[in-house]
């Protein structure tokens, strides 16, 4: 799978949009770009995934950028239930098709 | 609710035992994965079954093994426990191989002491 990069903590004020960034400069083409959250030892909840359009959910909107070596995760309204650790992954297309989770943002929604 | 179900929710053992956890996907998922979480370290996949097949192995220790039922739950069998294999175990399901999301369960935490 390839890398991704994410920041390590954000703040966001609870009613505000939470814009969280990821870096996968090395995305090949047949990749995926999933987020999941994971709240407090909860097992990781899907968000979103995408390939190359932009993609919107009740939970989510997720933003590629048009070259995809870069995603933004945005959660319109905020609340103090979205503080949790969100995991930016790209995923490929091979036999396993399991996903490879690493550090992830923690999101601190503040009131 | 994420419709993937695991048990026991807690599990405390002694070190040299052996231990089975159980997850039952969501109804019609044929593959199912498990992953480890421990404190210093992030989720580990560890193996991945679809329909009743290993289907990918990842850094799964030899004293743990899996195993999928015709069913399709799946039960993760660890054995000679160490204190080091405390962690919380995820299990997760998916409708089909390719770009359908993992749904994850809750997990069992175990404690070796």
């Known amino acids: 799978d390839a890398k991704t990069t994410q920041p390590t903590s954000m703040d966001c004020a609870e009613g505000r949009a939470a814009n969280l960034p990821c870096n996968h400069s090395t995305i090949s083409g047949n990749e995926y770009v999933y987020w999941y959250r994971q709240i407090h030892s909860q097992g990781p909840q899907y968000i979103i995934h995408g390939l190359k359009n932009n993609e919107t959910n009740e939970m989510a909107s997720l933003i590629i950028t048009e070259d995809r070596k870069s995603s933004t995760l945005i959660l319109p309204h905020a609340t103090l239930r979205d503080t949790a650790v969100y995991y930016c992954i790209v995923r490929v297309n091979n036999a396993g098709n399991m996903l490879t989770f690493g550090g992830g943002t923690r999101l601190m929604v503040k009131p | 609710d994420s419709g993937v179900t695991q048990t026991p929710k807690h599990l405390i053992t002694a070190t040299g035992q052996r231990v089975t956890l159980r997850c039952s996907p969501r109804?019609?998922?044929?593959?199912v994965y498990w992953y480890q979480q421990s404190l210093d370290q992030g989720l580990q996949f560890l193996i991945q079954?679809?329909?009743?097949?290993?289907?990918a192995k990842g850094n799964i220790l030899e004293r743990f093994s899996a195993q999928q039922f015709p069913d399709l739950h799946s039960e993760l069998n660890l054995s000679s426990l160490e204190l080091g294999d405390s962690a919380l175990y995820f299990c997760?399901?998916?409708?089909?191989?390719?770009?359908?999301?993992?749904?994850f369960g809750n997990g069992t935490r175990l404690t070796v002491t």
């Open positions: 079954y679809y329909n009743g097949e290993e289907r």
């Open positions: 997760a399901s998916s409708e089909q191989l390719q770009n359908s999301p993992l749904h």
């Open positions: 109804s019609g998922d044929l593959s």
